[in-house]
C-alpha cells in the first residue's frame, strides 16, 4: 500500500479522459427530477434535464452524496493507499463537504483522509483537482500537496455567463423581474466565484455569440498573469463553432501549455442552464514572472 489518492465530488465537472488520465475517484451529488432520483454523472444527460426542467418551469432539486457512499468510497481507498485528498464544492454551496468530513471521521483516518473545501465549483474545482493530482503524481507528500492547494484556490478565477436567467431564476437566484428584463433585454451577466460564493460582476447585451467573445477578450489582462500549464473551456452546451472561436482565441495569446474544453454535467448544468460558457485559469503568485 503506498501513494495518494484523489477524490473530487462529480461538480468539478472533468471529463472522463481527465478522470482516467489522473487516476481520480469521483463522489457523486444527486439530482431529484420529481419523484426520481439520479447520481450526477455521465447516465445523467443535461439535455434530459433541461427538458423536465422546461416542462415543469421549474429545476431541479440538487443534494450532496450520501454519507454512506462517501464512506464506501474512502474505506475502499484506504486499502491501496497511504492518503486520500478529497474535494468538494464550496462549503456554502452545497452540505459535500461535510458529507466528506463525517466519513472520515467515521472511519477514524482523519489523519489520512485531507478534505479540502475547494471554495469553489465547476472546473474551478477541476483546477485544483488536477494540480493536487500531478503533485502526487510526482511524490509529494499529502501535507505539503494540502499546504499548496489552500495557498493556490485564492488564485483560481472562475466565471462564466449565461445564455438565459430562466433557469437562475427557477433555482432562486434570481429575481423574477431580473430574469424578464434579462430576456426581454437580451442581457448575459457574467457571474464570478470569489470567497466561496457567486458574484454577478458585469452584464453583456447581444447574441450569446458575440457575448462570449467580449466576455472571453475582457479577461485579456488576467489571462495573460495566468498560470500557463492549463486553462478550462467549461459549457453547458455551446455550438462547436463557438468553442472553436474560444479556443482559437485562446492559443493566440501563447500562454497556455494545455487548453481543456468540458462539458458541465448535471447539478451545474441545472442551475446555469443550458448555453453557459465560462473560461476558468489560475492566477500566478504576486511576484511571478
Known amino acids: 500500500m503506498s501513494g ?29 427530477m420529481g419523484d426520481e432520483e439520479y447520481e450526477d454523472g455521465p447516465a445523467l444527460s443535461p439535455e434530459d434535464i433541461f427538458r423536465w426542467s422546461d416542462e415543469h418551469k421549474t429545476t431541479p432539486k440538487t443534494s450532496a452524496p450520501s454519507a454512506v457512499s462517501a464512506i464506501e468510497l474512502f474505506r475502499g481507498l484506504l486499502s491501496e493507499a497511504d492518503d486520500i485528498i478529497a474535494f468538494s464544492i464550496s462549503s ?13 471521521e467515521e472511519l477514524k483516518a482523519e489523519n489520512r483522509i485531507h478534505v479540502i473545501d475547494s471554495q469553489n465549483l465547476s472546473t474551478g474545482i477541476g483546477l485544483q483537482v488536477l494540480r493536487a493530482a500531478q503533485l502526487a503524481e510526482n511524490g509529494v507528500p499529502a501535507a505539503e500537496i494540502v499546504r ?63 457575448v462570449v467573445m467580449s466576455y472571453v477578450k475582457d479577461m485579456e489582462s488576467a489571462l495573460k498573469n495566468a498560470e500557463p500549464d492549463r486553462v478550462f473551456i467549461t459549457h453547458s452546451g455551446c455550438s462547436r463553432e463557438l468553442l472553436d472561436k474560444v479556443r482559437d482565441y485562446l492559443v493566440s495569446l501563447g500562454i497556455f501549455e494545455e487548453i481543456l474544453e468540458t462539458r458541465a454535467a448535471g447539478v451545474i448544468s441545472s442551475h446555469c442552464g443550458p448555453g453557459t460558457l465560462g473560461v476558468l485559469f489560475t492566477e500566478k503568485k504576486s511576484g511571478e514572472a
Open 4 to 32: 495518494i489518492r484523489i477524490v473530487s465530488d462529480s461538480t468539478s465537472d472533468l471529463s472522463k479522459e481527465l478522470i482516467e488520465r489522473w487516476n481520480i475517484s469521483i463522489l457523486p451529488l444527486h439530482v431529484l
Open 92 to 104: 456554502s454551496m452545497s452540505a459535500s463537504f461535510s458529507v466528506m468530513e463525517m466519513a472520515a
Open 148 to 210: 499548496g492547494i489552500k495557498e493556490m484556490r485564492a488564485r483560481v478565477r472562475a466565471s462564466f455567463v449565461v445564455d438565459t436567467l430562466t433557469y437562475l431564476h427557477r433555482g432562486g437566484r434570481c429575481g423574477g423581474l431580473a430574469a424578464l428584463a434579462g430576456g426581454i433585454l437580451k442581457i448575459h451577466p457574467r457571474i464570478a466565484v470569489a470567497d466561496g460564493a457567486m458574484h454577478p460582476e458585469q452584464k453583456y447585451r447581444g447574441r450569446m455569440d458575440r
